[in-house]
């Protein structure tokens, strides 16, 4: 018999509060998957599943948790037109 863990498994996922390299992971992946226009709605389209198996350390209700946090202080730094962040791995070109 072979048991197959998955990413955010309950043998594999981590308990307690995110820590900032996670809440850094988190926030690139939902700026990815939403874009430079995050809106109220856009949080229903997530890709909770595919953003918990890259995070590899948390299930989907905690990336879901976590996430809708992250989520409305990008909306709403849209709203006040500050810049939304933008991942670390790509270069902003004017």
């Not at 308990?15 to 996670?22: A, H, I, K, P």
């Not at 599943?49 to 879901?64: D, F, N, P, V």
Request: charged share 25%; with cysteine.
């Amino acid at each position: 018999m072979t048991l197959l863990l998955t990413c955010g498994s309950r043998f594999t996922r981590k308990t307690g509060r995110t820590s900032s390299e996670e809440h850094e992971k988190l926030t690139e992946l939902i700026v990815k998957a939403v874009g430079d226009h995050p809106t109220t709605s856009s949080i229903e389209n997530m890709p909770w599943t595919a953003i918990s198996r890259e995070m590899g350390t948390r299930s989907y209700s905690q990336c879901l948790n976590a996430g809708r946090a992250i989520f409305k202080s990008l909306v709403r730094r849209q709203d006040t037109n500050d810049p939304v962040p933008v991942p670390s791995n790509e270069q902003v070109v004017d």
